[in-house]
């Protein structure tokens, strides 16, 4: 039984496609455009609802504008249709659409892909064959895409990963103008519009809803429940999903906590080796991200104790409103989920978040103005022991440099790092 493939693909009708299903461009669009013309796959990953579907239709109005023929662009999902596979739908194409021709340039768009069996092997077969072919895939499991692309498409793909809308992205879309320049002045106008882009997540559909009643909804149900309950499980085949809601709730109820996988397990009264598990079954659906506490010799990292935090500070609102009364930690997971480490010693000397592109800088969060000498010391501590000059604290409001030596320990206001156009490069002036 043939599936009726124009119903995904109204170009071949119209000629372009519905503004609905475009959205409003962003960023990102222009960095997969310098690789639409390369042989490799594109492969584009990312937490549900985050706009992968409609960065699909972005590429595909984008190839339209370049002259490409809407009867040689393919789209096709694999999340709501159960019937076919890519064989099966490559096949139908072709003989309905190509009328038998498959020679010449091709360009085949996959949503959500990870739910085909052996996609990544079908794929390498099509890729060989066809050197004019043009794949495009999508997918919202990490361990499902890159796992299987790497082992059977070494060297066939390009990986991407496709976050939520920054800060300075969710101004734009909500067409708010802030002069960069003289952010001082704006403080009072950002400040109710940053806490509920907390909330909100940076969810598109979601920028512009007030209700918080709805929005915990909307995570409860289009994200925490599909991700868990229909994704992992039939991804993964996990026994116990409801472990997998506690371990999320957990996490988002305390963002930032500190766990050991047999303590943890010892508290669920599960085997360790299945905690282990389900959190890195959490950590590659984009719910959950791990900070590893630093050390120079990566095995000693993964030993000791790991910070979790829910990939969106909306996560924690949505399970503890309560956390808005202290955003502290909503804003540690902003800027934390941008790192791979934490510092804690033997003191309990910690800082929040090391980031090591390029250079190591440790980032200390600290969403107040009034910055006391003890409230560096682990920062100070961790430049010390690994020799390194410049650190970086994240305030309220105000700017300082402290040096002790030749270190040197720089205050950045909030929103001063967040709408920087360097932002997450950490290039401290």
């Known amino acids: 039984m043939d599936i009726k493939l124009e119903r995904w693909n109204v170009w071949w009708l119209t000629g372009k496609v519905e503004p609905s299903l475009a959205g409003k461009e962003r960023g990102f669009l222009k960095i997969i455009e310098k690789y639409i013309e390369k042989r490799q796959i594109i492969g584009i990953m990312g937490l549900r609802r985050v706009g992968k579907t409609t960065l699909l239709y972005q590429i595909i109005k984008m190839l339209l504008t370049k002259g490409i023929n809407p009867y040689d662009i393919l789209y096709f999902t694999f999340d709501e249709v159960v019937e076919g596979d890519v064989d099966f739908v490559i096949d139908q194409y072709i003989r309905t659409i190509r009328k038998g021709e498959v020679k010449g340039r091709i360009f085949i768009l996959f949503d959500e892909i990870q739910k085909v069996p052996d996609w990544q092997n079908k794929l390498k077969i ?7 072919w043009k794949f495009i895939i999508t997918g919202s499991s990490g361990l499902e895409i890159a796992k299987k692309g790497h082992e059977s498409l070494a060297g066939r793909i390009f990986f991407f990963t496709l976050n939520p809308l920054n800060f300075r992205e969710y101004l734009t879309f909500r067409e708010i103008d802030i002069d960069i320049e003289r952010l001082g002045i704006y403080y009072d106008t950002l400040e109710p519009v940053f806490f509920h882009y907390l909330k909100t997540g940076g969810i598109i559909e979601m920028i512009e809803e007030e209700d918080n009643e709805v929005l915990r909804k909307y995570f409860e149900e289009s994200i925490f429940e599909r991700v868990i309950y229909r994704d992992i499980v039939a991804g993964f085949n996990v026994r116990e999903p409801v472990i997998l809601r506690k371990l999320l709730n957990m996490i988002s109820f305390s963002p930032g906590m500190l766990l050991d996988y047999k303590d943890l397990a ?51 609102c949505a399970i503890n409103p309560e956390v808005m009364r202290n955003p502290g930690k909503l804003i540690e997971t902003l800027i934390a989920r941008d790192a791979k480490f934490f510092y804690r010693d033997p003191y309990k000397r910690e800082v929040d ?3 090591t592109n390029g250079k190591v800088i440790p980032v200390e969060v600290k969403y107040r103005d009034r910055i006391k000498a003890k409230d560096l010391s682990g920062l100070f501590a961790f430049m010390k022991k690994f020799k390194i000059s410049e650190g970086m604290v994240i305030t309220k409001k105000s700017r300082f440099e402290i040096k002790k030596g030749e270190m040197r320990v720089t205050g950045i206001p909030l929103f001063e790092y967040l709408l920087n156009p360097t932002q997450n490069s950490l290039i401290i002036p």
């Open 126 to 132: 099509y890729y060989d064959l066809h050197p004019d």
């Open 266 to 316: 010892d508290e669920l009264q599960r085997d360790r080796r299945t905690i282990e598990s389900y959190l890195h079954y959490l950590n590659e659906s984009f719910l959950i991200f791990t900070l590893y506490n630093y050390s120079r010799n990566q095995l000693t990292s993964s030993r000791k104790k790991k910070k979790f935090y829910p990939s969106l500070p909306s996560f924690s």
């Open 353 to 355: 978040c090391i980031f």
